[in-house]
C-alpha cells in the first residue's frame, strides 16, 4: 500500500505530461497545416486537365441544382445508392419538391463519400455555402443562385474562375476532339488522340457514309485510301493543333480497352489496314489500334508533346476495372524513354504500382487528377507515399471536371490533401515549413510548367 502511494503521483504526472505533449503536437499540426494552406491558397493554379465546357455550349435553359448535379461525378453514387438513372428531362421540367422526392434519399446516403464533400466544397468557395450538407431547404437556396448566376454563364464563369483560384486549364474536349479554338484567356488546347486510335479499325467501306475522321479529313482535302494517307491525315492533325499551341496529347482509352499496346510492325498493320474493318477480327483491330498508339507516340515526341494517360478507376456506374492497370503501359516507358508520359487518377486503386513507375521511369510523371474526388483518404495515403519514393518535381494536379462549381471545389479538396500530408510531415521532422511551401509551389503551379514548356 506505501509502495502504491509513491508511484501514484508519479504515473499521474505522466499521464499529464503525455497529454500536455499530445495537445502541444496537435496545436503545432494544425499551426504548420494553417501555414502551409495558407501559402497553397495565394498560388495562381495551373489545372493540368479538364474538361470545361463554353458558355456557348451550357444550354440558356433554367440551370438549376439537379443540372449540376447530374454533371458531376456525384450522380455515380447518387445511383449506387439505389436511385434512378438521372432523367434530363424530368430534371429540367420538374419541381424542386419532386426532384428531392426522386432523388433525395439516396442523396442523402451519399454524405459520407469524397464526390460529396468535394461537390459541396465548390460551393463553399464560390457561393458561400456554409452547410456540411445539401437538404430539401438549402438546395432551394442555392437553386435560386445558379439560376441567376447561369442566365449569363460567360460572366459567372470568368468570376468563379478568379475567385477559384485558377491561371490556366488545360482543356480535353473529348466530345470535340478535332475543335482547336479554345478562349486563351481561360485554356490550354490539348489534344485528344482517342479518335486516332480507335478509328483506324473503321474504315468506312466503299460508297458507305463518311464518319468521324473520315468525314472530318474529307472535310480538310484529304482522301483515306490506305494506312500511309490515315496517317499522312493524323500528322496534319498534329500540326494543326502545334499551331493552336497544344500543351500534350491525352489517351482516355481504358474505357474501352486495355492499355496494354503491343509493338505491331508497319508492314502488318498496312496489310490490315487495307483489310474491310467489317471483316477484322477483334485482335486484327486492336493490332491496328496498338500500332497508331505507338506511331503517336513517336510523333509526340517528335513535336515535343507529353502524353497524357488515364489510368485506374472509371468514372461512372459499371466498366471493365482491368482495362486500367497502369503497369500495363510499363513496355512504352522503357520503349520510348525520351517521351514524357504523365499518368492520370494516382493509378487507383493500383497506387502503389503507380507510384513505382514514376519512380522508376525519369520520363513518367504522377499525376494526382481526380484521386482525391475519388478517395480523399486513399489521396492522403498515396500522397504521402509518393512522397517517400519520388522526387517532388514529378507531381502534378488537376481537376478533371465539367462545370466551373467542381472544378472549384476540386482544387479546394485538392489543396486539403497536399497540405494535410505536408503538414503531418513537418510534424514529424521530415520535411521543414520552407520544403513544404515549395512542395506545394511545384504541385499546383511550377511542376507543369517545366513539364509542358508552358511560357
Known sequence: MKSFRLKAPIILLIVILSALHLCQCHTN????????????????VINTHEHQHRADEVPATRFRFYQLLAAAYLEADIISAGA??????????????????????????????????????????????????????????????????????????????????FEVMFLDQYWKPFNTEVDKRYYALVFHINPLISESCKKPDRGAELKTIYKNASADGFAINNLDDYLAYCDHLFKKNIEKNAVCVKNSQAYSRTLFYEDVPYEEARVLFDKPSSRLTPSESKKLEDFLFHWIIKKSAEYDLPVQI?????????????????????????????????????????????????????????????????????????????????????????????????????LEYGKDVVCEVLAKRVER?????????????????????????LE
Open 29 to 44: 499540426s494544425r499551426s504548420a497545416y494553417e501555414r502551409i494552406r495558407a501559402h497553397a491558397d495565394v498560388i495562381k
Open 429 to 453: 521532422g521530415l520535411l521543414t515549413e520552407d520544403v513544404a511551401f515549395d512542395i506545394v509551389d511545384r504541385i499546383f503551379r511550377q511542376n507543369a510548367i517545366e513539364v509542358f514548356k
Open 84 to 165: 434512378p438513372p438521372f432523367d434530363m428531362r424530368l430534371i429540367d421540367t420538374a419541381s424542386l419538391d419532386h426532384l428531392w422526392e426522386t432523388y433525395g434519399n439516396a442523396l442523402t446516403h451519399t454524405r459520407n463519400t469524397s464526390y460529396y464533400s468535394h461537390f459541396v466544397k465548390g460551393f463553399g468557395k464560390l457561393y458561400g455555402f456554409d452547410d456540411l450538407f445539401f437538404t430539401k431547404e438549402n438546395i432551394v437556396r442555392l437553386s435560386s443562385e445558379i439560376e441567376r448566376n447561369y442566365t449569363d454563364y460567360g460572366a459567372w464563369f470568368d468570376e468563379a474562375f478568379k475567385k477559384a483560384g
Open 310 to 410: 488515364h489510368t485506374g478507376y472509371l468514372a461512372g456506374n459499371g466498366n471493365t476495372l482491368d482495362n486500367s492497370r497502369p503497369g500495363l503501359l510499363n513496355n512504352l516507358f522503357l520503349k520510348y524513354p525520351g517521351t514524357k508520359f504523365d499518368l492520370f487518377h494516382g493509378g487507383f486503386p493500383w497506387t502503389g504500382e503507380f507510384a513505382a513507375l514514376g519512380k522508376m521511369f525519369p520520363n513518367v510523371y504522377l499525376n494526382l487528377v481526380w484521386l482525391p474526388q475519388i478517395s480523399r483518404q486513399e489521396a492522403v495515403n498515396s500522397l504521402d507515399m509518393m512522397l517517400d519514393c519520388v522526387p517532388y518535381n514529378k507531381i502534378l494536379w488537376g481537376g478533371d471536371c465539367h462545370l466551373i462549381e467542381e472544378s472549384a471545389g476540386s
